[in-house]
């Protein structure tokens, strides 16, 4: 269990709809990570909240946007959803101390129909 | 910007042999940090062992160990022994030392140990 919790789990949904997938990270973490990974792009580098404040910004579509809440939990929302957004997210935390390690959820199955 | 490659898609090994999984990357930091993940079909993505740059001597986590090539710019994986659970897709991946760096994954190489 690396302390991370994502859900929810799975999620089948219609295009042109918003889903909203949430995470917790590890107690003590400040740092909350998104990653998409699809079949054909493996794993994505979404974007980065450190305490509440957005630090680094990759790959998301102007359709995605994120926050994180004073609790450090963070959403992350998919909107007007199309097929190619069929992918599992992963939520990480960490990356800080001395060993940058990143401690993953068990990630968001979102299947678009 | 940072790139991590995985040249080998997919690699198989008997059970009990020896493999090496191949990673490079192109940074032009002189500190970071280096992983190899695994991802088993139940989809978690497990941490397998790190490496410092700074550090010269290679990680070794068990059955698990790498030959970390600074100069060469090259991280491969050992699995020595391997096991019918050590099936799954590996992954490279690269952090520089800031807190807000993310990690920079390659693209995987699917493993398969066959009985």
């Known amino acids: 269990d690396s302390g991370v919790t994502q859900t929810p789990k799975h999620l089948i949904t219609a295009t042109g709809q918003r889903v909203t997938l949430r995470c917790s990270p590890r107690?003590?973490?400040?740092?909350v990570y998104w990653y998409q990974q699809s079949l054909d792009q493996g794993l994505q580098f979404l974007i980065q909240y450190y305490n509440g404040e957005e630090r680094a910004k990759g790959n998301i579509l102007e359709r995605f946007s994120a926050q994180q809440f004073p609790d450090l939990h963070s959403e992350l929302n998919l909107s007007s959803l199309e097929l190619g957004d069929s992918a599992l997210y992963f939520c990480?935390?960490?990356?800080?101390?001395?060993?940058?390690?990143?401690?993953f959820g068990e990630g968001s199955r979102l299947t678009v129909l | 910007a940072q790139t991590v490659t995985q040249s080998q898609p997919e690699m198989s090994v008997q059970e009990a042999e020896t493999v090496t999984l191949s990673c490079t990357y192109d940074?032009?930091?002189?500190?970071?940090?280096l992983f190899w993940y695994k991802q088993p079909p139940s989809r978690q993505m497990i941490l397998v062992i790190r490496q410092e740059a700074y550090k010269q001597q290679n990680a070794t986590e068990n059955r698990f160990s790498v030959n970390f090539q600074k100069a060469a710019k090259s991280f491969s994986l050992k699995i020595s022994d391997s096991q019918l659970g050590d099936t799954a897709m590996y992954f490279c991946a690269f952090k520089p030392p800031r807190s807000q760096g993310n990690l920079i994954f390659g693209k995987g190489t699917k493993l398969s140990v066959k009985p």
């Open positions: 990480a935390s960490g990356g800080g101390g001395g060993t940058g390690e990143l401690f």
């Open positions: 107690s003590g973490d400040l740092s």
């Open positions: 940074t032009s930091e002189s500190n970071y940090y």
